[in-house]
């Protein structure tokens, strides 16, 4: 009987102890969004307490097969307490047709991306040169806003 007691009494210890591991939180986003000539598709962003890894869209210039131009780059932002953050970007010099881009992945230990909860906002600032138009053109795509009053699905 004292030796099934022993038992019982270990099992339980044992068991308790597994029961204090810190609990992770990993998040997982896929965001999409638009402005007048672009379409992102499928912007992945993949949280964890290590850091994160971004990238995975598609980005499609609107009604346009081929569009011709000298310069492109996009770059991703997080605004976190006011504070904007750069977590990913390209570019492309010479003349290339920018129509769709695939846009590749980015992996990192950003402090911008530790904990969605604290993320304000995430969009994309694209500049392209675009030789039917005076100058670069400039748009932003907004891909996560947090609600006017502060709270996000999470909450």
Not at 14 to 30: F, G, Q, R, W
Request: aromatic share 10%.
């Amino acid at each position: 009987m004292k030796q099934i007691l022993f038992s019982l009494v270990f099992l339980l210890v044992v068991l308790s102890a597994c029961n204090n591991k810190e609990m992770e939180t990993n998040y997982y986003l896929s965001l999409s969004g638009e402005s007048d000539h672009w379409k992102l598709n499928s912007y992945e962003i993949v949280i964890t307490p290590e850091g994160s890894k971004a990238g995975n869209g598609t980005l499609t210039m609107k009604n346009e097969d081929e569009h011709m131009a000298d310069f492109f780059s996009f770059d991703t932002y997080a605004v976190v307490d006011g504070e904007k953050n750069r977590f990913h970007g390209r570019s492309i010099s010479g003349q290339t047709d920018i129509a769709e881009q695939i846009i590749g992945t980015i992996e990192g230990e950003e402090e911008a991306l530790t904990e969605l909860s604290e993320v304000n906002e995430i969009y994309v600032v694209v500049n392209w040169n675009d030789d039917d138009a005076d100058g670069d053109k400039e748009e932003v795509l907004v891909l996560y806003n947090k609600d006017k009053n502060g709270k996000t699905f999470l909450n």
